[in-house]
């Protein structure tokens, strides 16, 4: 044990009155967490979503030492820097469409505030000052920064203590069959005057509980945007990057989004970056001889020159390793693996989509012991809400996921044989 003493953290999603000690992670290799204690864990959500190339992949960690050498950090008012814009160009390369306008941040909520920013700027920029709510998703999740929360979930979501403090926005559910695509299309067009943009999570709302929909239904959504004259947002914060299958999950529903929220996995988990991308008539409405109608933002650590080179790094593997066909061997495996606990009492669905697995159940009690049955096992793995899921590295073993189906396979059983109310 390192001694180092945790009296002073403030844990999140937390409560610290009764809140369990902390595993203390000395060091990280792969696809495992490895404790003070020298227990090694599989991490089964890849340190929440982020570590897509597995942990202290070499040409990641040979691209932030160069540049820890040689500049870690510069503003970015007034100066620009060869990370940042390779990075930039790169992306615009990559996103389908015309989205070609990257403006950092340094956190995916910020990056969705910003979006928002954009989004009700783009309006009053051209004289139109009506349009300042958003229409979003029941099941949805944004982040925690002010209004993030507010196109969040406002009754299921973790935010609902702030209903009265938050801006009231536009929900809906998310529309599946034909008479909920036409009461959404109904709602937005009640709505269309009011609201600068739709935010969508595409294909997985992953913290509002690893709900899912299909390409059809997203477009659905763009469609219904489009029509209505409103900018389409989408956050693919957590699904970026190969998670949902594709590099970028809005295309497997052949959509063109007029800003999208990318985060989590840009760096490979590496370090904290994220960024917000528009197409250029978004960003030519922020033109003008007027110096209020430039986009008034700019996050201290905004195109970190250190994490723009892990980011870098990071897109250089999956041009040079076969990580989306990695993620399609997952979620083979996936299927393969969970689809006979379908029977288990208590199990509601299994979802899964690219390197995503989760189990629905009706009760998720007892959870420290679920918690604890996991690490003893070997597995780090953080169930929430009614879902038990793994969101694994792309660079995991098949031997390292079948410890994890295994380990569910093994615990569930005997957790649905507890009551609610068992210790």
């Known amino acids: 044990m390192s001694g180092v003493p945790t009296a002073h953290i403030w844990l999140p999603y937390t409560q610290m009155q009764n809140a369990a000690e902390p595993l203390r992670a000395s060091h990280t290799a792969g696809s495992r967490i490895i404790l003070d204690d020298g227990r090694e864990l599989i991490d089964a959500v890849a340190s929440w979503w982020t570590a897509c190339h597995g942990y202290n992949h070499p040409h990641i960690v040979m691209a932030m030492e160069k540049q820890l050498h040689a500049m870690p950090h510069v503003m970015f008012g007034g100066l620009v820097h060869e990370p940042a814009e390779k990075l930039a160009a790169r992306l615009a390369v990559m996103l389908p469409g015309p989205l070609n306008r990257v403006f950092f941040a340094d956190s995916g909520s910020v990056a969705v505030e910003v979006a928002m920013k954009m989004a009700v700027q783009f309006g009053l920029n051209q004289g139109d000052t009506g349009r300042t709510r958003f229409l979003s998703f029941r099941d949805g999740y944004h982040g925690d920064t002010l209004a993030a929360m507010s196109v969040t979930d406002p009754d299921e979501g973790m935010h609902s203590l702030f209903r009265g403090y938050l801006p009231e926005q536009v929900i809906a559910p998310i529309p599946r069959d034909e008479a909920s695509c036409a009461a959404f299309r109904q709602l937005l067009d009640e ?214 189906t295994g380990a569910i396979s093994d615990i569930l059983p005997r957790w649905a044989d507890r009551t609610p109310t068992a210790g």
């Open 191 to 404: 709505h269309r005057h009011e609201i600068a943009a739709v935010i969508v999570e595409p294909l997985v709302q992953c913290a509002g509980g690893m709900k899912m929909h299909d390409g059809a239904t997203l477009k659905v959504i763009a469609d219904a945007a489009k029509d209505a004259g409103v900018l389409l947002i989408c956050d693919e914060i957590a699904v970026n990057f190969g998670r949902a299958g594709t590099l970028f999950a809005h295309t497997q529903a052949g959509i063109a989004p007029d800003i999208i929220c990318l985060g989590k996995a840009l760096t490979g988990g590496a370090i904290n970056l994220a960024a917000t991308v528009a197409t250029a008539d978004v960003f030519d409405a922020f033109l003008s001889d007027q110096a209020e109608a430039a986009l008034m933002h700019g996050p201290t650590y905004m195109g970190s020159p250190l994490a723009c080179a892990a980011a870098n790094a990071s897109l250089d593997l999956f041009d040079s390793e076969p990580r989306l066909q990695q993620v399609a061997t997952i979620e083979a495996q996936l299927k393969r693996d969970l689809a006979p606990l379908t029977s288990l009492p208590g199990v509601v669905d299994i979802r899964i989509k690219g390197a995503i697995g989760a189990i629905e159940v009706a009760d998720l009690h007892n959870l420290d012991w679920l918690k604890a049955q996991f690490v003893a096992a070997g597995i780090w793995l953080r169930p929430f809400g009614n879902v038990i899921y793994t969101m694994p590295p792309f660079t995991i073993t098949p031997d390292e996921l079948s410890a994890i």
